[in-house]
T-cell receptor, first 109, second 117 residues
Framework: GQQVMQIPQYQHVQEGEDFTTYCNSS?????IQWYKQRPGGHPVFLIQ?????EVKKQKRLTFQFGEAKKNSSLHITATQTTDVGTYFC?????????FGTGTKLQVIP | DVKVTQSSRYLVKRTGEKVFLECVQD?????MFWYRQDPGLGLRLIYF???????EKGDIPEGYSVSREKKERFSLILESASTNQTSMYLC????????????????FGPGTRLLVL
């Protein structure tokens, strides 16, 4: 079945440093979504990418969808303490959406 | 604002008990989902439903069943709770898109943290 892996599992950064999480699917995806889960909260939708090679930006966050539509990345420039949380990708395969394993980001002030 | 509510935030049950987790959404979404979340394993799909009275197995359906008698309500049932079902359970709902570009954003409930003793 479809598998979606994310690396790294954990990341500690100093405030102001950049951060990147990578998402890799075992199968080609029709779209990919990214979610953020704050500590003690539930996942909240950030963005959806559909096209091969697509790049979207939200302020300090940059999202990319790979050319083969099997991988994606989320890059945060100059992290802030408000970026703390777990970031999940969610890839849409043939019949369903599969969430990645998540990357937990800690930002040290 | 979309609202997804779950019947309990915290639940403690004994091994062998039958457990019902309820989820209600108020946005007339066609799709509803049940996930469990465990450290290092991300969100794993247990069951999902695309319509009333319709259900599909997710990746880890063993030991669980579901019921969707009304569009807004999706119930998860643990027939005989076991300690390895101790977890955070998250319900979600989404609009049903007609193409890959359709935004099938999943809206999550607050979660139920279940402890099985």
């Amino acid at each position: 079945g479809q598998q979606v892996m994310q690396i790294p599992q954990y990341q500690h950064v100093q405030e102001g440093e950049d951060f990147t999480t990578y998402c890799n699917s075992s199968t080609t995806l029709s779209n990919i979504q990214w979610y953020k889960q704050r500590p003690g909260g539930h996942p909240v939708f950030l963005i959806q990418l559909v096209k091969s090679g697509e790049v979207k930006k939200q302020k300090r966050l940059t999202f990319q969808f790979g050319e083969a539509k099997k991988n994606s990345s989320l890059h945060i420039t100059a992290t802030q303490t408000t970026d703390v949380g777990t970031y999940f990708c969610a890839g849409r395969g043939y019949q369903k959406v599969t969430f990645g394993t998540g990357t937990k980001l800690q930002v040290i002030p | 604002d979309v609202k997804v509510t779950q019947s309990s935030r915290y639940l403690v049950k004994r091994t062998g008990e039958k457990v019902f987790l309820e989820c209600v959404q108020d946005m007339d979404h066609e799709n509803m989902f049940w996930y469990r979340q465990d450290p290092g394993l991300g969100l794993r799909l247990i069951y999902f439903s695309y319509d009333v009275k319709m259900k599909e197995k997710g990746d880890i359906p063993e030991g669980y069943s579901v019921s969707r008698e009304k569009k807004e309500r999706f119930s998860l049932i643990l027939e005989s709770a076991s300690t390895n079902q101790t977890s955070m359970y998250l319900c979600a709902s989404s609009f049903q898109g007609l193409s890959s570009a359709a935004k099938e954003t999943q809206y999550f409930g607050p979660g139920t943290r279940l402890l099985v003793l």
